[in-house]
C-alpha cells in the first residue's frame, strides 16, 4: 500500500506564494516514481499543472510557467511545488501524483490540498 500525502496549501491574495509538499510512503521498495502535480477548479477537469521526472527532468503547463517552480525534494519519491504571483485562476484542489512504468508500474494519488486565491 503506498500512500500520498500533501501539504501546503491555504487562502492567499493575488501576487501571494504558497509551497506545496508531496510525500510517499508505504510500499515502495526500490521504485522511483514521476512526480506530478495536478489541479481541479470547481466545473473543471483535472489538470496536469507541473512534473518532474526520474532524472529529474522539469516540466510545467504554460499557464503556470514563469510562476510555478516543481523541483523533488529531500529524498526520492517526494515533490514540491513552488507557486509565485498567485492568480485567482490559480484557485483550485491540488493533487499528487506518482506514476511509474515497467517492472514499478503504478499511478498513485493523494486526497488534495486545497488553494485558494482571493482578489
Known amino acids: 500500500q503506498v500512500t500520498l500525502v500533501e501539504s501546503g496549501g491555504g487562502s492567499v491574495q493575488t501576487g501571494g506564494s504558497l509551497r506545496l509538499s508531496c510525500v510517499t510512503s508505504g510500499s515502495i521498495s526500490s521504485c522511483e516514481y514521476d512526480m506530478r502535480w495536478f489541479r481541479q477548479a470547481p466545473g473543471k477537469e483535472r489538470e496536469f499543472v507541473a512534473g518532474v521526472d526520474v532524472n529529474l527532468a522539469t516540466r510545467v503547463t504554460n499557464a503556470v510557467k514563469g510562476r510555478f517552480t516543481i523541483f523533488q525534494g529531500s529524498s526520492k519519491n517526494t515533490a514540491s511545488l513552488q507557486m509565485n504571483s498567485l492568480k485567482p485562476e490559480d484557485t483550485a484542489m491540488y493533487y499528487c501524483?506518482?506514476?511509474?512504468?515497467?517492472?514499478?508500474?503504478?499511478?498513485?494519488w493523494g486526497t488534495g490540498t486545497l488553494v485558494n486565491v482571493s482578489s
Open positions: 501524483n506518482a506514476k511509474g512504468y515497467g517492472r514499478c508500474r503504478a499511478d498513485y
